[in-house]
């Protein structure tokens, strides 16, 4: 088998049936498998899978049991040669895995490789190329200057080796994945994505961002921003220090200092947004059920000329590919747009107007 497509999710059922959706899209011409993991969700995640994706490798835990050791459960039953770590809140293109996978055949020393990633408003999200966050770059980021946290020496649509990347996208040998014994499940959530890859550089395999290929991740929808998080990051980036970076008593208190810094100067402030004025619908379908839940402002669409500025997009996706969808969204990112994909035969429209965001879902059954 060529690839295993391993997803951690948790209470994301909506945002799981679209990510599955688009990924059964992206494997369609691949000997591939797709392994979740359902982390005690308490929604009908799993009522869902049963229902719509019989076929897929199903692992049920009774308890959270966190990012790291659940994605190390999927990969000890996967048989791909490749395996790709996969956030449930993102969105792939048809061409994602080919284009990756032929890539990844042409390297002789390679670790993980990452993709571009953009949030629900077409926006690119920086961390999808970082480099090591050493003492020095970490405090830098607090004072505001984040070019040295980000690899922006690499362009956005660049192919280039990079040293850290981001655990919603990671595609990398099982082989590998195994050799560096997985995910370190000290790691409960945030840091391990950082921690893997930095073990797979300093074990000689270079980590590559391929520009070449972008896709969706919703950012906020897996994980929200809360007490919850921000102790449990605090904790992962101490211990990435604490592992990897020997410091002195005085050092690990500055760090720690310097972490609860970071998570305050930088905390998002509360996003007001405005209800579209208008629904525009991209389908070659005449009548549809969604007017019934929008009968005010739907309108359909076969164009962009028309869209003026706080719209909302919904794609209909049994209509255009994901592939179009995410050309469509980086191409009007900066036009005040929001957008919703309607997944194939299904009832809801979905989406995240900013990566801080929590995202929305509209049922119309």
Known sequence: MKLSVVIVSYNVRYFLELCIKSVQLAIHNLEAEIIVIDNNSTDTTCQMLAECFPKIKLIKNLVNVGFSKANNQGVRIAKGTYICILNPDTVVAEDTFTKMLSFASTQ??????????????GHFLPESKRNIPYIKIALLKILGYTKPYYATQIAQTEIAKTEILVGAFMLLKREVYHKMNGFDEDYFMYGEDIDLSYRVLKSGLDNYYYGASTVIHFKGE???KNKIYASRFFGAMQLFYKKHLKTNVFLSTLIWLSIRSMYVLN???KIHYNSPKRYCLL?????HKLQEVLPQKLIRTSVFDNLKSEDELIFDASYISYKNIIDVMMRFKNH?????????TSYYIIGSHQKNSQGEVIVFK
């Open 283 to 287: 389908s070659d379908k005449t009548e």
């Open 108 to 121: 002789n020393n390679l670790g993980i490789i990452g993709c571009k990633l953009i949030d629900g408003s």
């Open 267 to 269: 905390r998002t402030p």
């Open 222 to 224: 897996s994980t929200l």
């Open 336 to 344: 005040n747009l929001s957008y919703k994909i309607l997944p194939k």
